[in-house]
């Protein structure tokens, strides 16, 4: 089993900054692609940025050039840095790990339990 502890969400006016952190922890073999999603009151839960064990990353086409993935494969940490945030940017943001338990079982995706970050104009 592998938990998931976000932290570093809160308040902020448009045009700050802020810095999510996720620790994995648990009894954890691998973990592959690390990712953080966001779900907004009324809307799908969407992808914001993820990356691999390797350090390859992929952003949402709105947060591109303003939100920076990050991950600490030895701490089993990954870190969002999110700068120029918007109003729009308000929403629940979730931490996600695919992890496998051993070569050969299947991966398997774990979610923490989501931090709000709320953008005022």
């Known amino acids: 089993q592998v938990q998931l502890v976000e932290s570093g969400g809160g308040l902020v006016q448009a045009g700050g900054s802020l810095r999510l952190s996720c620790a994995a922890s648990g009894r954890i073999f691998i973990i592959y692609r690390m990712g953080w999603y966001r779900q907004a009151p009324g809307k799908q839960r969407e992808l914001v940025a993820s990356?691999?064990?390797?350090?390859?990353?992929n952003y949402a086409d709105s947060v591109k050039g303003r939100f920076t993935i990050s991950r600490d494969n030895a701490k089993n940490t990954v870190y969002l840095q999110m700068n120029s945030l918007k109003p729009e940017d308000t929403a629940v943001y979730y931490c996600?790990?695919?992890?496998?338990?051993?070569?050969?079982?299947?991966?398997?995706?774990?979610w923490g339990q989501g931090t709000q970050i709320t953008v005022s104009s």
């Open positions: 996600n790990a695919d992890h496998r338990a051993s070569y050969d079982r299947n991966l398997v995706a774990y």
């Open positions: 990356i691999t064990s390797g350090g390859n990353t």
